[in-house]
């Protein structure tokens, strides 16, 4: 049986792994290490500090949020 494709977020994360040559638990452990909270300013820092393009970062934090908020319900 096929796997189906990711969607969403995670549709990057392959790419992101191949680019940036880490892999996504480690980039998502950045994130929730970093002072900041706010949706832009995790965006902002990492395009600012880890050289992330816009579209990677957003997919980034967007997934990582959505977990935090899965997890506090």
Do not use: C, D, Q
Not at 58 to 72: C, I, K, R, S
Request: hydrophobic fraction near 40%; proline fraction near 5%; charged fraction near 20%.
């Amino acid at each position: 049986m096929a796997t189906a494709a990711a969607k969403g977020p995670a549709s990057y994360f392959p790419s992101i792994e191949k680019k940036y040559g880490r892999p996504i638990a480690e980039w998502k452990e950045i994130i929730r290490s970093s002072p900041l909270s706010r949706h832009m300013e995790l965006v902002n820092w990492l395009k600012a500090e880890h050289g992330l393009g816009h579209g990677h970062a957003n997919a980034l934090v967007a997934h990582t949020l959505a977990e935090a908020a899965e997890a506090g319900s």
